[in-house]
């Protein structure tokens, strides 16, 4: 069975919801012919990113993204971040190679979503 190894970035309400929505996609879908695994969760402080970690059964809890998103065993990076944030760890994510999957919206401005979208049309033709 393919196991995708997600990533969190930010876990405020959406960041939870999230978390909440892989552990429970078997209750709703049943048999699937793949899995999640929460396996980094990254929030602003060491206290809340350790509270994040136990009860969803994270592997790892870290106040530094850049833990999260080179991490080689993580294929997935959900991005929960405040808005003013999303570009700049969008961007980094995918010149790692990562999917993204982010809270909406995925930017503040027009600007900062033509800057991710060159960024992803960059990283696309490099394989």
Known sequence: MEVYNIGMIGFGFMGKM???????????????????NLTGVCTSSVSTAQKAKEPLDFEFATTNPDEIINREDIQ???????????????????KAGKHIYCDKPLAVNYAQAQEILGTMKENKEKG
């Open 18 to 36: 999230h978390a909440y929505g892989y552990k429970t996609i078997p209750l709703y879908y049943g048999d699937l012919p793949w899995k999640t």
């Open 76 to 94: 997935i990076i959900n991005v929960c971040t405040p808005n003013i944030y999303h570009k700049d760890v969008i961007i980094k994510a995918l």
